[in-house]
């Protein structure tokens, strides 16, 4: 199956990095409100994981989750970096947004509830379930918010095939 | 993976090395390498892009020959609708399916009936599935290919139902091997293909162990006999057990319009089939329940093996339908008492076709990818095709796994020669 790649000579070291080093990193600027590129930046991450050969249900599932978190920016932040981080056997993406935050996390994280806008709405959002997505579709969730200063999600998805839930 | 041939064969006398094809493809499987289209076996879907693009007529469909009919006792021509869509008001499918008939096949079969009970079929398995949503179609072989390889996620929403020319041509031969007291195997079935994609699906089929069908015309290439056929014989074959909803199948929309359910959409065109799917990849679309897509913008009445264009197949098609009354054929019953047989059920899972990471290893991956990315960020981005890969990515990944030359790139030796050319830096170059 692998005949047309280079043979690489695949030394059998011992693990060398730390369970946490990140091997890879990048990072991708989100815009607020720009809803013509809503979707780039996590079309960007798969194709770099793809390539890097990562597990397709772990690409999937990290898709889904970058999917709704750029779509949270854009509809509702200024602006936001959204920065992968590939380790031995996870990846980790952080959000960093600059925007209003969010006064009840707790509140927020239920489904069904959203602040979206009716014109949010007519276009497919705001039906509240954003944030639970993300936390379902990862492996590792978290969330802080500062209102008037912004919120970073940080969430982790297992490429070694353990599944969440 | 045992590499089966497909359907689109380059003719080296033809091919001038023009980057046409290699820029069409989706899948980006082709290379010009010293003036030839190179296709990539693994990567190729058939989707007959190439053949579209190509104007030197340098890429062509690999059919059936003529002698392939005399290895069988008996013959049968089973068209695509598509067919019936290529001729003026007065032809009729009762005058085409007798025409065929004349080209050497011992009995014609139509299909419109089976697209119908199909799409019976596919309300019922919808009622009655949990998701993933929204449900994908597996009529555009092109389109299946496309998932396994690009969208391997989405395997769990194809719809597994058997396609209607498979399940026609099952049927067929299962009652006249009863009939004339022959061995399945002395039956041949040839389907008179409008796409490339068709061809290979009959070659290295899909949710099936084995086709029904035993090799495919194109359309292209009989059309002239079978037109003058016509002209020659007024006659025509009933047009009783025609199905008017069964014809739409034939253009894009067609099958969901044969459907009861009505939350569904129809997807035109290669550029539209990767937007949606990159989009139900990332988990919208899925209020909807089914979704049926072509690679061919039209439907099949837009392939590239068809000779009336898809602006004219379609309005003809329509023009059948209702002159038929816009009838429906299938009993409910019908459906239901297959569907309790297990029918029209694929026999096989569809795998995902792996494609190729840069390395096994991550870390040597890594270490590709930002290799990849510095010679990337050292090539024009003009995407000009002249090196042999369809843009300058693609160069640049081919350069990282040994497939290709830095050099290749015409600007890039345009600096060597001219870094050459100044005495002072002669023979150094970056």
């Known amino acids: 199956m692998d005949q047309t790649q280079p043979t690489a000579p695949r030394p059998t070291l011992p693990d060398r990095e730390a369970p946490g080093e990140v091997l890879y990193r990048e990072a991708f600027r989100i815009v607020g409100n720009d809803f013509e590129h809503g979707g780039e930046a996590a079309a960007a991450i798969k194709a770099v994981l793809k390539q890097l050969g990562l597990p397709p249900e772990a690409i999937r599932r990290l898709s889904i989750a970058n999917f709704e978190a750029e779509m949270n920016v854009i509809m509702y932040a200024a602006e936001a970096q959204m920065e992968l981080a590939v380790m031995h056997d996870s990846v980790r993406v952080t959000v960093t947004d600059r925007g209003p935050g969010i006064p009840d996390i707790e509140w927020a994280m239920q489904e069904g509830n959203s602040t979206a806008t009716p014109e949010m709405r007519a276009r497919g959002f705001g039906a509240g379930l954003g944030l639970p997505n993300i936390r379902r579709s990862a492996d590792e969730f978290s969330i802080a918010s500062t209102v008037g200063v912004g919120t970073t999600l940080t969430y982790v998805v297992y490429a070694n095939g353990a599944t969440a839930t | 993976m045992i590499n089966r041939p497909h359907a689109v064969v380059t003719d080296p006398a033809k091919c001038v090395g023009c980057v046409a094809c290699s820029q069409a493809c989706p899948t980006r499987a082709i290379r010009v390498r010293s003036d030839l289209a190179v296709i990539d076996d693994e990567l190729c879907i058939d989707c007959g892009m190439c053949i579209e693009v190509c104007g030197y007529d340098a890429i062509r469909p690999r059919t059936s020959s003529p002698a392939d009919l005399r290895k069988f006792k008996h013959t049968v021509a089973v068209p695509s609708l598509t067919l019936y869509a290529q001729f003026g008001d007065d032809v009729h499918p009762g005058r085409v399916l007798r025409g065929l008939r004349q080209l050497g096949f011992d009995e014609t079969y139509d299909i419109s009936w089976m697209c119908e009970m199909v799409a019976s079929a596919t309300d019922a398995y919808l009622s009655q599935s949990k998701g993933p949503w929204p449900k994908i179609s597996v009529t555009c072989p092109a389109v299946l290919r496309l998932i396994q390889i690009r969208y391997p996620d989405l395997i769990p929403n194809l719809v597994p139902i058997e396609t209607p020319r498979e399940l026609a041509a099952k049927l067929r031969r299962r009652r006249l091997a009863a009939e004339r007291g022959l061995d399945p195997s002395e039956i041949g079935m040839f389907f008179i293909t409008p796409c490339t994609a068709i061809i290979h699906s009959i070659e290295a089929p899909e949710g099936l162990e084995a086709s029904y ?3 495919a015309f194109a359309i292209t290439e009989t059309y002239g006999q079978l037109l003058k056929a016509i002209k020659h014989d007024p006659g025509s074959d009933s047009e009783e057990a025609i199905s008017a909803r069964g014809l739409r199948w034939a253009m894009a929309g067609g099958e969901i319009s044969s459907m009861r359910n009505a939350n569904t959409i129809t997807v035109r065109g290669l550029r539209d089939v990767l937007y949606v799917f990159d989009r139900i990849e990332s988990g919208t679309f899925q209020g909807l329940d089914f979704i049926e897509a072509y690679i061919c913008p039209g439907g099949c009445v837009g392939g590239q093996l068809t000779v009336a264009g898809r602006y004219l197949a379609q309005r003809n098609i ?63 981005r003009k995407d000009c095709a002249a090196c042999g890969a369809p843009n300058c990515e693609t160069l640049a990944d081919d350069v990282v796994r040994g497939e290709a030359k830095l050099e290749d790139c015409v600007f890039i030796r345009l600096e060597q020669l001219q870094a050459h050319e100044t005495p002072h830096r002669g023979g150094e170059d970056g």
Request: a positive charge.
């Open chain 2, 318 to 380: 329509r023009q059948l339908a209702k002159r038929l009354g816009d009838r429906g054929l299938v009993k409910e019953e019908k459906v239901r008492s297959l569907l309790h047989d297990h029918f029209f059920d694929m026999q096989s899972e569809i795998s995902a076709r792996r494609v190729r990471p840069l390395a096994r290893d991550l870390r040597q991956a890594i270490a590709l990818k930002r290799e990849k990315d510095a010679l990337l960020e050292r090539l024009p």
């Open chain 2, 213 to 215: 069908l035993d090799g």
